[in-house]
């Protein structure tokens, strides 16, 4: 039977094989490779270590879905399983359709994280799930929130670089960063859209938190914008990806420290 | 100025004199200053830069009535119009000769935006919102607007049973209430409203516990808004406009 007491054996090999990969990916790439059939080896090594901590992930979920004769979607560790199992399948995806060789060291960190908690603190299994985020609208929402979030936040750390040194492709890979952060915003924005229709009765509502939502996507538009127009020098364009990803922090975290949190309805996850 | 006062038919004429007016322009007076301006850079940069600047206001006083002032009006208006223009402009690539191919993401995420804004923009003098508390066995059909006065329903809502499940520390689980709405019993639950008419759902919202006797009232909350299907029509657009930008990332812009 899967139960919980079995998971440390699939956490830590799920992510010692996902580290595995990431080292694997680590390889100096095109023309500054030594010996391109090493090369080659080591980023198949890669996609193959890789896929294998996610089956190690998708057979501990399976299981425990079976056992427990219900998806494994209510309490907040479970939720985290599923975290840290996007979190593994987008670096894999993101590393085979771009080749981006740091992607799989992101996404193992933020996978462990997730899944350390869930070894570290079996006592949160079973925290309650109030009313309201007892839907099939909340695995979705806060996947893609978190998913995007680590996207736009290398964006942060790129912008910071590119603020004192100027480097041809600083703005090119920020901009790879930013466009598929702010696809998963979007859907994240949007599908709290739709769930808070079907919760609240209305799409929008002005609360605190989704305002900053807006403000930080309204803020990475501009980015794109700007650079779609050819506008703004590269520190500029770097300010603004410091001042979107600041309004993130506010929409994430920073919104339950002002005034107006009373009266926000997302205030459960404080 | 109250906003009921541009109510369906006034809001849909306007919207459709709005757009009317938008596609006209682009037709026939391409040159003029007001097109070239709607489509310069400065345009496309202010508008979104106003936008920030009203939700930033909102966001950093909490103030939500500022979205619902005279000059967000009038900025939302200058942002539609903005984006209406470069929608016209932009569907389709120009090549030097012959017919440009059709730029699929650009079209879904700009007119889905366009679509979903325009309905909450247009909309909004549609929706309403009431509430009202439901004791077990007793019909109603009084509700009660946001600004505290009554109205009186179309149809009559009765509470027949409501359980509440409990987590062990206290915390309710789930609840849910069995309704009459007209006599047709109806099981409403967080999460899943009941569609009573075309654009007009209610919703569970709460309920008390009466402690004299341990019974319980449900508060329902009844949002009219027959602007939403458009609304949902902009926002799956904007998401697959999204999956295509992942999937395309910066290489697939086009200047």
């Known amino acids: ?270 | 100025m109250s906003v009921t006062f541009f109510a369906y038919p006034l809001n849909l004429i306007l919207a459709l004199l709005w757009a009317a007016g938008v596609v006209s322009m682009w037709r026939n007076c391409r040159r003029s200053r007001f097109v070239s301006f709607m489509l310069s850079k400065s345009a496309t940069v202010s508008s979104i830069a106003l936008f920030i600047a009203f939700s930033l206001a909102t966001g950093i006083t909490g103030r939500r009535e500022i979205m619902s002032s005279w000059p967000a009006v009038a900025m939302m208006l200058y942002f539609l119009t903005v984006l209406f223009f470069v929608l016209l402009r932009g569907w389709r690539t120009r090549p030097s000769s012959g017919r440009g191919k059709i730029r699929w993401r650009f079209i879904l995420n700009h007119a889905g935006l366009l679509i979903a804004l325009s309905s909450a923009f247009w909309g909004a003098p549609d929706s309403s919102e009431y509430r009202m508390q439901l004791n077990a066995d007793v019909p109603a059909r009084e509700a009660f607007r946001m600004d505290g006065s009554q109205t009186c329903l179309s149809y009559e809502l009765e509470l027949k049973e409501f359980t509440v499940d409990t987590y062990e520390n206290g915390m309710p689980s789930m609840y849910e209430a069995d309704v009459l709405i007209d006599g047709k019993p109806v099981n409403l639950r967080v999460n899943q409203p009941y569609a009573v008419s075309f654009g007009e759902d209610i919703y569970l919202s709460g309920y008390h516990m009466k402690e004299d006797d341990g019974t319980f009232s449900c508060v329902l909350q009844i949002v009219r808004e027959p602007w939403k299907y458009i609304a949902l029509a902009g926002i799956l657009l904007m998401i697959a406009g999204a999956l295509l930008l992942f999937i395309q990332g910066p290489a697939g812009k086009r200047e």
């Open chain 1, 1 to 270: 039977m899967f139960t919980w007491d079995i998971f440390i054996w699939f956490g830590a090999a799920s992510v010692l094989t996902s580290a595995a990969a990431a080292v694997m990916a680590m390889t100096p790439d095109g023309r500054r490779c030594p010996s391109p059939a090493r090369c080659r080896f080591r980023h198949n090594s890669a996609i193959t270590l890789s896929f294998l901590s996610l089956i190690i992930m998708a057979v501990f979920i399976a299981g425990l879905w079976l056992s427990l004769e219900r998806p494994p979607l209510k309490t907040m560790g479970e939720t985290r399983l599923w975290y840290s199992f996007f979190a593994l399948a987008a670096g894999l995806f993101t590393y085979v359709r771009w080749k981006f060789k740091w992607i799989l060291s992101f996404s193992t960190v933020l996978a462990t994280v997730f899944i350390l908690i869930n070894i570290l603190r079996p006592e949160i299994h079973d925290q309650t799930l109030m009313p309201a985020l007892q839907s099939p609208w909340f695995i979705p929402h806060v996947t893609v929130y978190m998913f995007s979030y680590s996207f736009l936040g290398c964006a942060f750390l790129l912008a910071l670089v590119g603020l004192f040194k100027h480097k041809a492709d600083v703005m090119p890979a920020a901009d790879t960063l930013i466009y598929i952060g702010m696809a998963f915003l979007t859907v994240g924005m949007l599908s709290g859209a739709l769930w808070a229709k079907e919760a609240w009765g209305h799409y929008w509502n002005w609360d605190p938190k989704e305002t900053w939502a807006l403000v930080t996507w309204l803020s990475y538009m501009m980015y794109i914008h700007l650079r779609l127009l050819g506008k703004g020098s590269q520190r500029a364009l770097c300010l603004v990806i410091i001042f979107s990803f600041l309004c993130l922090q506010m929409c994430w975290w920073g919104v339950n420290y002002l005034p107006t949190a009373q009266d926000s309805i997302h205030v459960y996850n404080r």
